[in-house]
């Protein structure tokens, strides 16, 4: 009798052996997925076990029979059993083993058979075909009770009737393809290790790779011993049972605790891989984007070659409604995108609340990377388990997404250009710090800058040079007062357009006012979504301001403005900007009790209309009469944060000339 449990392999020393199993494996034979038919031999087997505790519950062991059908049928879906490999094997394993060297013969035979496939792989497919056929075994004697088919066909197998005294053999064998489960998952383990893009220490790696040819070795040797043992038994005569029933049940579980100890010394190896994977990883992650590259083919995507590349590092559910929108807007839907969209491309990477995908957080991302004109990482619960770490500490991310810039070789140029986005859109490509800087540099307040293109139509109107009031408010009485009052205004000849956006918050107050303004024709309104867009990009506006820091002795007019608004937005105030064109530094802020103060002066300014024009008049009536001459004052500021845009006096409200000063 063939003993299992010895440390030795007939005359083989365990490194003649290694050679040999390493003379059959070919590394660049083909693959499937060993993991999927792995998890069907652990439900086949566990269907098996069920039942066998079930034989008095008749309706409990008919679902657990129909269970095992289903998986059965599962590895048939699969192609496996008509597979020429899968049929071999079958052969090998169903022949009777007569003797130890005939079984290591076989084992080798094997070896030789599954040279094409990795070395999980090939325990995967030598379980499948033994628990395939041990479970079509299981079956019939399960159903050879009540079913006439099934009696019929054990009387042609020559099956026992009665296989109650072959329980023991059976749970043994159970304990045996459990822990063949365990060890092949601790292999599979160890080839999904990331080691095309890290290397192991030289002797981590041989450790691990000698200790798994021995495992492979040991399960596909005693998965021949079992089959065989099995048929034995089952052909034994009832009076024979008793005693061979006791040994072969004995080899199992001896074999079943050798494997047990392979288990636990090859998950400490493993263990001690994929900690040194991740590490080398992580670190090879810093160095990739700190140093500069060629390209940024280290992505490993060819379709973003010299291409500027934004992540996007999100919550599985992205954004919300409007910031998701808002986005597609300012990059997909942009008029400026049809000049770079060949030259960037936006990838998003979502990371879980926790170390772990909710089936939720998996239903959000299927959604909408199906939905988003972005690309996406595929199944990110599988990302290597360091990737995560190094993107929420290098990054920053936390809870707020992040869109974080890489150059075409590869290069962080920007840690987050969400708000760059949101102002400016695609206009803000290459999307770097330094662009973002030139952007502010450039930019005046203005009613263009204000809209940007959030609304076609209006940026049209905008650019024609019309006089357009933007206003907010949560009162429609107020509206109604205030609109009136702009209608006297234009009956003196005044054009002028006038532009509802309601509030930061879309309570339904604001959206039951947004449908008054619009079914009472009181002025035009921003559809809801593009408010929400107005006032998600004012946010960024100041976010992106207040990051770049404020210049000394400066006075930053966007910042104060923008400010202003969100901080009158906060407080409920009403408001309203009045302005025109697209470069004209024509822009007028009015708040609180002022606007109807002002607008109830109109028949005293209103006269000086055909004089100084509608915005001349307007500020003559809000402030001091400006000056004949410049009052003379004057302040400096580093040349390289000078802009290209008219700085306007605070005191006398003329223009300020510029002139260079050498220190």
């Not at 009798?1 to 030795?8: I, K, R, T, V």
């Not at 054009?495 to 339904?508: A, I």
């Not at 109109?602 to 004089?611: I, R, T």
Request: a negative charge; charged letters at 25%; proline letters at 4%.
């Amino acid at each position: 009798m063939d003993s299992l449990g010895s440390d030795s392999v007939s005359s083989l020393s365990e490194e003649v052996l290694i050679k040999k199993l390493l003379l059959s494996h070919d590394p660049d034979g083909c693959h499937f997925d060993s993991e999927l038919l792995l998890c069907a031999v652990e439900k086949i087997m566990i269907c098996t076990a069920a039942s066998e505790v079930l034989d008095e519950d008749l309706d409990a062991n008919e679902k657990i029979i129909v269970s095992d059908i289903e998986e059965l049928e599962t590895l048939e879906a699969l192609g496996i059993f008509k597979s020429e490999t899968f049929c071999k094997i079958s052969h090998e394993i169903l022949c009777k083993c007569s003797d130890e060297e005939n079984l290591h013969r076989r084992t080798m035979i094997l070896f030789d058979l599954l040279g094409k496939y990795r070395w999980g792989e090939k325990v995967v497919l030598v379980l499948t075909s033994f628990v395939a056929s041990y479970g079509e075994f299981r079956l019939l004697m399960q159903l050879n009770s009540s079913i006439p088919l099934a009696i019929s066909v054990a009387m042609l197998k020559q099956l026992p009737t009665d296989v109650s005294p072959l329980k023991p053999q059976f749970n043994a064998l159970s304990l045996l393809v459990d822990a063949m489960v365990d060890v092949t998952k601790c292999i599979i383990k160890f080839e999904k290790l990331p080691l095309s893009r890290v290397e192991l220490d030289d002797e981590t790696k041989a450790v691990a790779k000698s200790q798994i040819y021995i495992a492979v070795y040991w399960i596909i040797r005693g998965i021949l011993k079992c089959f065989s043992q099995i048929t034995d038994s089952t052909a034994l005569k009832s009076d024979q049972i008793s005693d061979s029933t006791i040994i072969a049940t004995w080899e199992l579980v001896s074999l079943a605790y050798q494997l047990r100890s392979i288990y636990d010394h090859l998950r400490q190896q493993v263990e001690v891989c994929h900690h040194q994977t991740e590490t080398k990883l992580y670190h090879k992650l810093l160095n990739i984007f700190k140093e500069t590259q060629v390209d940024n083919q280290e992505l490993g995507v060819s379709d973003l070659k010299s291409k500027v590349v934004i992540l996007l590092i999100s919550r599985p559910e992205l954004l919300s409604i409007e910031e998701s929108l808002f986005l597609v807007q300012q990059t997909h839907n942009h008029p400026h995108n049809k000049d770079v969209e060949a030259s960037y491309a936006i990838v998003w990477v979502p990371i879980p609340v926790s170390s772990t995908w909710t089936n939720a957080e998996m239903e959000n991302f299927e959604y909408l990377s199906n939905s988003l004109p972005w690309y996406s990482i595929r199944q990110p619960w599988l990302l290597n388990s360091a990737v995560v770490p190094f993107i929420k500490e290098a990054w920053y991310c936390k809870s707020e997404p992040v869109l974080v810039v890489l150059n075409s070789q590869g290069t962080v140029t920007n840690p987050n250009a969400i708000d760059m986005l949101f102002i400016w859109g695609a206009r803000a490509y290459p999307f770097s710090a330094s662009r973002e800087k030139e952007l502010w540099q450039e930019q005046n307040w203005t009613l263009h800058f204000l809209i940007d293109e959030i609304d076609p139509l209006l940026t049209k109107r905008v650019e024609e040079g019309r006089n357009i009031c933007i206003y907010g408010s949560n009162s429609i009485d107020w509206i109604v007062e205030f609109t009136a009052k702009m209608e006297i205004i234009k009956s003196a000849g005044v054009q002028l357009e006038m532009v509802y956006v309601g509030k930061r918050n879309s309570t339904p107050l604001v959206k039951d006012i947004l449908a008054n303004v619009r079914y009472k024709k009181l002025s035009s309104a921003l559809p809801s979504m593009k408010t929400h867009f107005f006032w998600l990009r004012l946010e960024s506006i100041r976010r992106s301001k207040l990051r770049l820091g404020k210049p000394e002795n400066y006075t930053d007019n966007v910042l104060d403005e923008v400010s202003a608004l969100l901080d009158i937005d906060n407080n409920d105030e009403n408001w309203a900007v009045i302005g025109r064109g697209s470069n004209s530094i024509d822009i007028i802020r009015l708040e609180g009790p002022k606007i109807m103060e002002c607008l109830d002066l109109f028949p005293s300014w209103g006269g000086n209309l055909a004089e100084l024009g509608f915005f001349g008049a307007l500020r003559h009536a809000l402030a001091p009469p400006i000056l004949p001459r410049p009052c003379g004052h004057d302040f400096t500021h580093p040349s390289k944060e000078q802009g290209e845009g008219v700085i306007v006096c605070g005191k006398c409200k003329h223009p300020m000339k510029k002139f260079v000063m050498y220190k």
